[in-house]
Nanobody
């Protein structure tokens, strides 16, 4: 059971990044998968989730800018991030849960190691 993120980096405000999460083992069959982020000194927060019925949920600050998707054929979860803002900076974690909803940390059963996103103004 492993989740491996990639695609983080440094961009200027207004730029875009696409995060990927490669899932192995049984994690990609989890009903719910998502992306969380954590900025220094702040709590880890849910950013976007998607369940097996492709129902998506976004935190309000990223609605209209971020898009979560999953490719079942490749067992990969994505997060397309557009019009990035400095407040989007942080470590982004891929997560999976054996629940239909997984927007809270306590819902999560599996975590990736994280990928850093830095947005400069």
């Amino acid at each position: 059971v492993q989740l491996v993120e990639s695609g983080g980096g440094s961009v200027q405000a207004g730029g875009s990044l696409r995060l990927s999460c490669a899932a192995s083992g049984s994690t990609f069959s989890s009903p719910c998968m998502g992306w969380f982020r954590q900025a220094p000194g702040k709590e880890r927060e849910g950013v976007a989730t998607i369940n097996s019925r492709t129902i998506t949920t976004y935190t309000s600050s990223v609605k209209g800018r971020f898009t979560i998707s999953r490719d079942n054929a490749d067992s990969t979860l994505y997060l397309q991030m557009n019009n990035l803002k400095p407040e989007d900076s942080g470590m982004y974690f891929c997560a999976a849960a054996d629940k239909w909803s997984c927007f809270k940390q306590t819902d999560i059963g599996y975590w990736g190691q994280g990928t850093q996103v830095t947005v400069s103004s």
